[in-house]
């Protein structure tokens, strides 16, 4: 809008659709479900005893909107059908965005693991003898300077988390 670019009417109009977006899907967080409830809706689910949300249920892929009605008929009612699509492909991908999150931050976990000063990278069988000599003479102090050691792959990288873990709890923080 700043730029010219996109009248103020459209802006208003997104604006408008990403509210309805959130508030719809702080809706399906809100509207809860047992197994058993959600079976005698005609919703096929886990008898694990554990509660789940529309908003989960959505991310099931058997399950829409419309199969949600069943549970929920006036509450899912306030839900336009352009705004209920959007949500259903955003619940469906969830799933994925959730275990890249994880991901991301176990992978962030591990390069902040230290190197002990004196580790012998001799001993690591499944790396080449030259990435043990870069290695050894680099003496990075965690893993994220270890991973831009000219040659490191994610193999070995793997490698080296195994090996650390494996340390005594004392050896980890000597460095």
């Known amino acids: ?16 659709y990403q509210a309805e977006i ?13 197994p058993n409830e959600a079976r005698r809706a005609g919703l096929n689910i886990n008898l694990d ?3 789940r949300t529309a908003y989960d249920l959505l991310s099931y892929p058997n ?34 965005l959730d275990r890249q999150a994880t991901a991301i931050a176990d992978q962030q976990r591990d390069e902040d693991r230290q190197i002990p ?3 012998n990278y001799n001993v690591l069988s499944g ?20 991973a831009i050691v000219e040659g490191m792959t994610p193999a070995a990288i793997a490698l080296l988390l195994v090996h650390l873990r ?4 004392s050896a980890r923080h000597s460095a």
């Open 1 to 16: 809008m700043r730029l010219g670019c996109v009248s103020s009417e459209r802006v208003q109009r997104f604006t408008s």
């Open 49 to 51: 005893g554990q509660r």
């Open 63 to 96: 399950y829409d909107l419309a199969a949600l009605r069943h549970v929920w008929p006036e509450a899912l009612d306030a839900i336009g059908p352009k705004v209920a699509e959007a949500l259903e492909i955003e619940a469906g991908y969830s799933v994925y």
């Open 127 to 146: 790396l080449s003898n030259e990435l043990k000599a870069k290695l050894s003479a680099a003496r990075p102090f965690n893993i994220a300077q270890a």
């Open 117 to 119: 000063l004196e580790f």
């Open 22 to 34: 959130e508030n719809g899907r702080a809706l399906l967080q809100s509207l809860t479900v047992t």
């Open 166 to 169: 494996r340390l005594p709890s």
